[in-house]
Nanobody, 126 residues
């Protein structure tokens, strides 16, 4: 099992940027694919981005492609989500997730992830 703690959320204006961080402990971080998901009020949790074990593969939801960048630092056991040109519709609780994977597999579905953080709130005002 891996423990995940997100940070970096906050209240920003449309067009601003934020960088979310996810600190991991427990299972060998280098064996984990890392994902970011979000859940807006009254909506289901949805996929945002994922990154493979060695950063060689990344995938993004269409809604954030070109604005968000996922990255990781295996030495520091951290994953990051750089968010630029934020929009009011990006307002949500953002969750970090992890899954132990083989090679470069990058899970996209919520139900594939075994470990979750507690979430960090991002609010974008218009």
């Amino acid at each position: 099992q891996v423990q995940l703690v997100e940070s970096g959320g906050g209240l920003v204006q449309a067009g601003d940027s934020l960088r979310l961080s996810c600190a991991a402990s427990g299972r060998a971080f280098s064996r984990l694919a890392m994902g970011w998901f979000r859940q807006a009020p009254g909506k289901e949790r949805e996929f945002v981005a994922t990154i493979g074990r060695s950063s060689s593969s990344t995938y993004y939801a269409d809604a954030v492609k070109g604005r968000f960048t996922i990255s990781r630092d295996n030495d520091k056991k951290m994953s990051f989500l750089q968010m630029t040109n934020l929009k009011p519709e990006d307002t949500a609780v953002y969750y970090c997730a992890a899954k132990s994977v083989i090679l470069s597999y990058t899970p996209l579905r919520l139900d594939e992830y075994s470990d979750w953080g507690q979430g960090t709130q991002v609010t974008v005002s218009s």
